[in-house]
């Protein structure tokens, strides 16, 4: 059992590369963070974020997904018993039922390669570049029951550049969802 610190305590959850857990843990670390992240759920047993989790010593479950009433019970126990407040999903690829957020009752966040409304679902720099924009970006928003439609809680956009490809969109996206995602919480939780 988690002892209340003043800080949030955090769960993310994961479903492989890590990068944003690996940017929340790093602001978890700062003085002034407002959250403790006291749980890495992954829904995949090779997800490196699970590696960056051990080495931070946060204690990391892999959670095998049979079926989404079996998982979401297993993960509900696992919050309840950890105290989680919030809940932030950096790239798990599961959708999260509207049951799930019914009984959590608290903030559950994520985060979006995308300036949405624009490309909800997957494959957003395709899209992107397809279209031609001329921006896209990131966006942390609450999860509701429609898949990436919840309240925008931060965006950030960037320049699409006639020399970009699918990996020069991917790398300076993720630049900003590094920055953006900590930032979305602080507004989350301080109402600012
Ligand atoms: C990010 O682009 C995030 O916006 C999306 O999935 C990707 C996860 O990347 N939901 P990582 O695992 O955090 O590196």
Same mark, same amino acid.
Do not use: W
């Given at each position: &059992?988690? !002892?209340?610190?003043?800080? !949030?305590?955090?769960?993310?959850?994961? $479903?492989?590369?890590? $990068?944003?857990?690996?940017?929340? =843990?790093?602001? +978890?670390?700062?003085?002034?963070?407002?959250?403790? =992240?006291?749980?890495? =759920? $992954?829904?995949?047993? $090779?997800a490196?974020?699970?590696?960056?989790?051990?080495?931070?010593?946060?204690?990391? *479950?892999?959670?095998?997904?049979?079926?989404?009433? +079996?998982?979401?019970?297993?993960?509900?126990?696992?919050?309840?018993?950890?105290?989680?407040?919030?809940?932030?999903?950096?790239?798990? &690829?599961?959708?999260?039922? +509207?049951s799930?957020?019914?009984?959590?009752?608290?903030? *559950?966040?994520?985060i979006?390669?995308?300036?949405?409304?624009?490309?909800?679902?997957?494959?957003?720099?395709?899209?992107?570049?397809?279209?031609?924009?001329?921006?896209?970006?990131?966006?942390?928003?609450?999860?509701?029951?429609?898949?990436? +439609?919840?309240?925008i809680?931060l965006?950030?956009?960037? !320049?699409?550049?006639?020399?970009?490809?699918?990996?020069?969109?991917?790398?300076?996206i @993720?630049?900003?969802?590094?920055?953006?995602?900590?930032?979305?919480?602080?507004? @989350?939780?301080?109402?600012?």
């Amino acid at each position: &059992m988690e !002892k209340s610190t003043g800080k !949030k305590n955090t769960a993310v959850f994961i $479903s492989g590369r890590g $990068s944003n857990l690996k940017s929340l =843990i790093k602001y +978890s670390k700062t003085k002034k963070s407002l959250i403790k =992240i006291v749980l890495v =759920i $992954s829904d995949k047993s $090779s997800a490196k974020g699970l590696e960056y989790a051990n080495k931070s010593k946060i204690n990391n *479950i892999f959670i095998k997904y049979n079926n989404r009433r +079996s998982f979401e019970k297993c993960l509900l126990k696992l919050l309840k018993k950890n105290n989680v407040d919030l809940i932030c999903l950096a790239g798990f &690829m599961k959708i999260i039922s +509207s049951s799930f957020i019914k009984k959590f009752y608290k903030p *559950i966040l994520n985060i979006h390669p995308s300036l949405l409304p624009k490309y909800k679902g997957l494959n957003t720099h395709s899209r992107v570049l397809e279209n031609k924009d001329k921006y896209s970006g990131a966006t942390v928003h609450i999860v509701n029951d429609k898949l990436d +439609s919840g309240k925008i809680i931060l965006q950030k956009k960037v !320049k699409v550049l006639k020399s970009d490809n699918y990996k020069s969109l991917e790398k300076k996206i @993720l630049k900003i969802e590094h920055k953006i995602y900590p930032r979305a919480i602080i507004r @989350l939780l301080t109402n600012y």
